[in-house]
C-alpha cells in the first residue's frame, strides 16, 4: 500500500498536524504497510454490498467506528467531511476560484501539464513540497504543512486505485487549518472504505482502493487465527503494530480456508489495548457515536452505520437483524458529472449524521456476548456457508479424467 513517498514527517508539522487531528494517521504514514492479498481477497469475497458487513458461518461482522478509532487513531465525532468538489467561491464564505485559492495557500501553481480537471499529479506535488527548506519562516512551514495533510488525505484515507493524483477539494479544509480537527475524519474514512469494497464486489472490478491498512489490521485484531507470529506488542494507533510486517505467500496450511472462526471482541477494557489507547478516543462522545445507527458522509459517499448488525462485536446478544435499507439511489452517487452542493443535495443523509446523539442504539453487555439461537436458525436458513455450490465441494479424486485433459 502506498506511503507518502518523498515527503517525510517534519518536526515543524506536527503542531499543525495535532490541530488537524490527522497527527496519528501521520506516524502510521513513516512507515511501510504491506497488504496481505490472498488474505484481504478471502474477506472481500464475503463482502455484502447490501449489508455492508462480512458474511461468514456464524453470522455478520463487519468494520465499526469503534474499529477505526482503535487501528487509525482517528476522531468519530465532530462535523461531516462534504461540500462541494468545485466552485469554492460561491458555495464557501471565503472561498476563491480553485486555482486561485491552490496559489494563495500553497504559494505556487501547478503546471498545465501537471493539471488532470481538478486533480494534481502526485509526483509534482512530492517534487515541490518534498522538504521543507531549513530556516523557513512560519508562513512557508504552513503552507509545506498544508501540503503535506493534502497528500495525506489523498494517499493515505481516501485514496482512489490511480494513486497517482491528488485532489483540490482539500482547499477549503487546509485553509482553516485550526477548525480541521473538528471534523470526523473516522466516519469519512469508513465511509469510503465501504465504498470500495461495494464497487470491488462487482466481478468485474479487480482492484481495490481505499485505507486497505484499516481493513487489513482490523482482519487480524479480529481474527486472532490470522495474525501473523512475532507482532506481540501493542502500540498506538494499533495498525501500527503490523506496519513492518511482510507476508509470505508460501505459507502452507489450512490459514484461510477454516470455516470455523471465532471474532474477538476486542473491548476496550482489554489490558493490552488500555495501555497504549489515547484518552481521547475513549471520551463518551466518540464513544456514543461507536453505538450510533446513522449515516456516513464523504462528499458525494454516504453509507450506513448498521451496529444493530454486529452487536456481538461490542459484547452484546446478537438478534434478528432489521431488513436492510435499500440504499441503491446512494450508490449511484460518485461525484461525478453535474457539481453540487452535496449538503442541500443529499439533505436528509446530512441531518441524519448531524442528530445521531438521538440515533444511538442501546444494547447490555454480557459476559458471553454472541449470536441468539433465534438469531442462528435464521442465519442458517439465509446465510451461505460456503461460496461455492454443493456439486464443487465433492472430492474430484473420483472423477475421471478426460483424454483431452492428459
Partial sequence: MQRQQGMPLDERYVPYLQMAGLYHLARLNDRWFRLDEPLVSTFVERWRPETHTFQIPFGECTIMLQDVAYQLGLAVDGRYVSGCLTDFHMYIEGGRPAWVWFEELLGVISPPSQVQKFAVNCTWFQETFGECPEGANEETVRRFARAYIMMLL???LFADKSSNRIHIKWLPYVARLEEMGSYSWGSAALAWLYRCMYRVANRHVVKLAGPLQLLQSWIFWRFPRFRPAGYDTCSWPLASRWSSYIPSYSEKGPRVQSTRLKIDMLQPSSPEVLQVVHP????????AVWRSVTSLIYFAVVEWHQVDRVLPQFGSVQPLSRPTLNTDFLMSKDGRGDDRWFPSALQHWHILWETRADHVFRFD???????????????SQHGKRFLSLEFYLGDPRGVPIPVEAS
Fill in 154 to 156: 489523498g494517499t493515505q
Fill in 280 to 287: 481521547e478516543a475513549l471520551e463518551p462522545r466518540h464513544m
Fill in 365 to 379: 453487555v454480557v459476559a458471553d456476548p454472541g449470536p441468539s439461537h433465534t438469531y442462528l436458525d435464521w442465519w
